[in-house]
């Protein structure tokens, strides 16, 4: 059972930077698919960020050159570094993973994603 836990939320003023974590218990992380969706109040949940075991990234337009997706093999563990964070970026933030090695313009596609963190929390605000 492949399980996630998300890390690193919290509050902050507009203009700031803030780290997730997504931390996963299983044995072949090294060949998952992550990824960072987000769902704020009254909408749908939306892509964020998608990187695949190879390495190949895919961001929404909406954070591109602001958030920086990385993982680290050796600790089953993936970064979403958000910079220059705005209001519309508060949301609930979730990480996903897959078995699928999916091609770089799947990445943002929700339903190839099979396991899903319970949520953390970003907002920002003044």
């Known amino acids: 059972q492949v399980q996630l836990a998300e890390s690193g939320g919290g509050l902050v003023q507009p203009g700031d930077s803030l780290r997730v974590s997504c931390d996963v218990s299983?044995?072949?992380?090294?060949?998952?698919?992550m990824g960072w969706f987000r769902q704020a109040p009254g909408k749908d949940r939306e892509f964020v960020a998608g990187?695949?075991?190879?390495?190949?990234?895919r961001y929404a337009d909406s954070v591109k050159g602001r958030f920086t997706l990385s993982r680290d093999n050796a600790k089953n563990t993936v970064y979403l570094q958000m910079n220059s964070l705005k209001p519309e970026d508060t949301a609930v933030y979730y990480c996903?993973?897959?078995?699928?090695?999916?091609?770089?313009?799947?990445?943002?596609?929700?339903?190839?994603?099979?396991?899903w963190g319970k949520g953390i929390q970003v907002t920002v605000s003044l």
């Open positions: 299983t044995r072949t992380f090294s060949t998952y698919t």
């Open positions: 996903a993973v897959t078995s699928r090695n999916l091609i770089t313009s799947s990445l943002g596609s929700i339903e190839q994603y099979d396991h």
């Open positions: 990187i695949k075991w190879q390495l190949g990234t």
